[in-house]
């Protein structure tokens, strides 16, 4: 086995992430749940766990600037920064709020919008996912790829939306034409987790609507190394600026944006 000769960023935010991970299993069925202005969830532990990941990236990279959920620290400098980290401090709160164990940590660091390393910590399964921008994708330090699957019946869906109105129905439409082909689509309820799965080859897509940098920025650069394919939903190559997102193993990349867009 070859190892990938990991940069001094991606050996930083792995270990910053297993630390992270370890604020989020402490807190784990002990937490304070409120609500956002949109509705959405967070718990003191999504807090705890992003002012800790803010700190060491801002003591380690000082120059670098920072955009997490929570905070949106640096989103002013979204456009006109050259690297940028992109935080989620804690994706699939909901699940983590209901003692669902898919959760996970997602850290990404992008030039001028494009993500050059990403990780998503899997800390119930002690997972870490990462990837270099043309250094392959990694499981655990083992290479993983995309599954070979070119069957929309024979595949594993799955899918996320924003919780406004027009993404839930939009969604759900694409949803049903695909569930009508297909049984096997579920909403695991953490993006940057069901883009790693669809990166290891455990399921075959994920698709979502109305989406924030922080949901995909680590995630995309994972399913790109691992040989897959991510565009928006009109095929267009995709960047954490684009509204929409197609992650596949490549092979049912247009059979997907057809039912997409009802071709």
């Not at 940028?84 to 940590?105: A, E, Q, R």
């Not at 698709?207 to 920025?217: H, L, S, T």
């Amino acid at each position: 086995m070859v190892l990938m000769k990991k940069s001094e960023e991606l050996k930083t935010a792995i270990d910053i992430a297993k630390r992270a991970g370890e604020i989020l299993m402490d807190n784990y069925g002990d937490i304070t749940v409120n609500y956002k202005k949109d509705g959405t969830i967070v718990t003191n532990a999504d807090i705890e766990s992003e002012r800790f990941i803010i700190s060491m990236l801002s003591e380690k990279f000082p120059e670098f600037s920072i955009l997490s959920e929570e905070s949106n620290t640096g989103k002013r400098n979204l456009e006109d920064s050259e690297y940028l980290w992109v935080v989620d401090p804690l994706d699939g709160t909901t699940n983590y709020s209901i003692k669902n164990p898919f959760f996970d940590i997602s850290i990404a660091l992008t030039y001028k919008s494009k993500p050059i390393v990403g990780i998503v910590y899997y800390p119930f399964q002690d997972e870490m996912f990462y990837a270099e921008s043309g250094k392959g994708a990694y499981l655990n330090d083992k290479n993983i790829t995309v599954s070979d699957k070119d069957d929309i019946r024979e595949s594993v869906h799955t899918f996320c939306h924003a919780s406004d109105e027009l993404s839930t129905l939009r969604m759900a439409e694409i949803w049903k034409r695909l569930k009508l082909l297909n049984p096997k689509v579920r909403q695991i309820g953490a993006g940057a987790l069901e883009l790693s799965y669809t990166a290891c080859g455990r399921v075959d897509s994920f698709m979502m609507i109305n989406i924030n940098p922080w949901d995909v920025a680590a995630g995309t650069l994972l399913v790109r190394e691992a040989g897959g394919m991510v565009t928006d939903f009109s095929g267009n190559e995709f960047d954490i600026t684009h509204n929409s997102i197609l992650a596949s193993n490549g092979r049912l990349h247009k059979k997907l944006l057809d039912i997409i867009n009802c071709k």
